[in-house]
């Protein structure tokens, strides 16, 4: 066991740190700024900013240039251009936590796309898309689910013909977040209707703009959470639109969902939020008497942050099998998202459990606490629970792929 | 930048799991469970110390091996794992720590040497130090101690045993002085030996820096429950295994049971309970040996009560997917359940254990 990161890495954490100290708790504006308008969409725990005010654009500048931002993405493509290093990739997202400095955007774009148009675009679509998502120029929205193609993905229907040198698409996606604010969207199509369920099907890039698509909002329980239906009536794309080859779009998705799964309960974003209950718990009073002093509710909380400490001790190991790739730790990661979703969720419920009737207040009630963000983020993370594969879908996972049990027999009969 | 245990100690796990595997078959478990098997369990202990369990935390200086506590809970996982029937927790961790940490240089080279060469063992009580119950305690006065210690560890023909009083002044005792009585307690778990100790107007040597510094048992208790974390750890590990092996060999419906998503999510659920738990406890341990105590001492805190609240929910489930066999001796798997009841209980069950850690997060404050 060593969990120091080296002296060589020494300069560079204070490096990092000095920046940090520079940008704690700074605000990003986005000036009203439309193409922005997805960021002031989610509502976020209303601390008290008290550093600097920096616009959104300048903010993915700045992040860019100093590589705490689309560290290894080439410069060609608008990146920093660095050596993939995942120990100062950990340092980065350590300090900047630490510090309460505001993260570089992400979405499905930045987080999705840019990783996909690496390793499988043309150079024409690295050059036209990677450096404008970076920037925040272009938001993305992914059209993977389709009503009946949800835990069964493989098995979406939306059609795309290539018809005089264009791909003409026919169909129905869901829970597109986004899709209201996005000027693109990457999304699977069935092109190859005589393939296989899966060698059918193709990863298709769609400016939002083409005619023939609709979006209407899908409206959840959070209210706020911003998903949609989008629909495609003779949607006409050029060619060159696909990504990688026909029949090839399961494996370019495929490349990038396991990322998605696991950063869908950042650990140290567990731990913030930890703490900032236990600051609530501290200030909020029944009888005058402090929430953090009532044993029952106390209890709650350790049992709690035993379960935040387990999974941030986790971080650490899967973080050194990434380093030391002789450590196998293959069970261990494929457990991320159901534990991560289900451990925030209950946490979530927890400080809503402590206020009481209080914690019922939502939206822009004068009295609701931390902006809503506890009843929000509670809602949200069942539907996270849900999403980006189900936690049952991930349960048959980690039992078949994990511990190696049989997979659940076909049923051929027609019930 | 590496966050696991080292080669060295996997190397030496293994061998504690294969020794127990070879040594100690759930046949051999009952006998001793039975009582009919005290030949059998001091062939399985030496076989052990041969292994070198005993001179692990015996700091080089005093001819032992002087590893870290991290060395320990990798043993720990491994008797846990097989129900090893063998004192280590209070023999070879509790006890050489204690006396290390508040030994006089007399007190270390008489004592640490000798556990180091298998010469003597010790066995160790500090339960009423962590809360007494049936208002059980020792009061020492002019080097004579007297009163009465309950659920001691490692006790059974123990040559030493370490006590403590209430402000955690610890001393040695010898176990054939007069006025010492011991008598094992009938616990459920029986793979470890627990007993009531009574003394009256005992010789102690009481052990020097304690006297002044109550942190020093506080220490030992803290490595005790990593030990304990760890025990619990190994004991789950092995029974999700026996779940998942179970269920692929049980046929009902003319299916393997494990192709079942009931059964399926049971397991999956127990091991994604079950895996951060490693990283927990390594982690707790990597503190213990390099950390100030006011960091240690949370993750110690941690590890021992969530571990306690895993393990409960893993020996209740795994015992499950074993369906009715899961319930009689014949399978066995009560051994584990009633190790991991019995860990949950010692040196603090969780609740208590939690408020101790919210004590030293300054939450009271």
Known sequence: MNLEFGTEYNDFISEVQDFCKEYSNATITTNNDKKFEILDALPVNSNEKTGKTVNRSDWQRILIE????????????????????????????????????????????????????????????????????????????????????????ANLQTKGELIDGNWVINGQKIWTSTAQFSQMMFCLIRTEPEASKHAGISFILIPMDTPGIEIRPLVDMTLKAGFNEVFFDDVTVPEDCLVAKRGEGWSVANSVLGHERGSLANPNATMNRLNTLIGLMKEETIDGRRLIDIPSYRDRLLKVQGRVMAVQAHSLR??????????????????????????????????????????????????????????????????????????????????????GMPREPKVTVEV | M?????????????????????????????????????????????????????ALLVPEEYGGLGVGLLHAVAISQALGNGVGPIPFSGSYVMAPIALNLAGSDDQKSKYLSKIATNEVRFGIGLSEFVGAREDAGIEISNGK????????????????????NKAGVMFVIDSSTSGVELNKLKTVDKTRAFHEVILKNVDCDILEKSEKDIELAKKVVDAGRIILAADTLGASESMIEKAVAYSKERKQFNRTIGSFQAVKHMCAEMASELEPCYSLVWQAAHSFDNDSVEESRLLACMAKSHLSEVGKEISKKSTEVHGGMGFTDLLGLHYWFKRIGLNRQLLGAPELVREEAAEIQGFNQ
């Open chain 1, 66 to 153: 100093k590589g705490y931002f689309a560290r290894s993405v080439p410069k060609e493509y608008g990146g920093y251009g660095g050596e993939p290093d995942i120990i100062k990739s950990r340092i980065i997202a350590t300090e900047f936590s630490k510090y309460k400095v505001p993260s570089a955007m992400g979405g499905q774009g930045i987080d999705m796309l840019v990783p996909t148009l690496l390793e499988w675009g043309t150079e024409e679509q690295k050059q036209k898309h990677i450096k404008s998502t970076l920037h925040g120029e272009t938001i993305w929205c992914q059209g993977y689910s389709e009503p009946n193609a949800g835990s069964d993905l």
């Open chain 1, 318 to 403: 899967l973080l050194s099998s990434k380093i030391n790739p002789e450590q196998n730790v293959k069970l261990g990661s494929m457990i991320q998202k159901l534990v991560g979703t289900e451990l925030r969720h209950e946490l979530e419920g927890l400080a809503i459990d402590i206020m009481g009737e209080l914690g019922t207040l939502y939206e822009d009630d004068p009295n609701v606490r931390d902006g809503g963000s506890w009843q929000f983020t509670y809602m949200y993370f069942l539907g996270l629970i849900i999403g980006g594969g189900t936690n049952q879908i991930q349960k048959n996972i980690i039992s078949e792929r994990g511990l």
């Open chain 2, 2 to 54: 590496y966050f696991g245990l080292s080669e060295e100690q996997v190397f030496f796990q293994d061998n504690v799991k294969k020794f127990l595997t070879d040594n100690a078959s759930i046949e051999e478990i009952r006998k001793i469970a039975n009582g009919e098997g005290d030949e059998l369990q001091k062939e399985i202990f030496q076989g052990i110390v041969n292994l070198g369990i005993n």
């Open chain 2, 145 to 164: 101690a007297s009163g009465r210690a309950l659920f001691v560890a490692d006790a059974e023909n123990a040559d030493h045993i370490i006590l403590s």
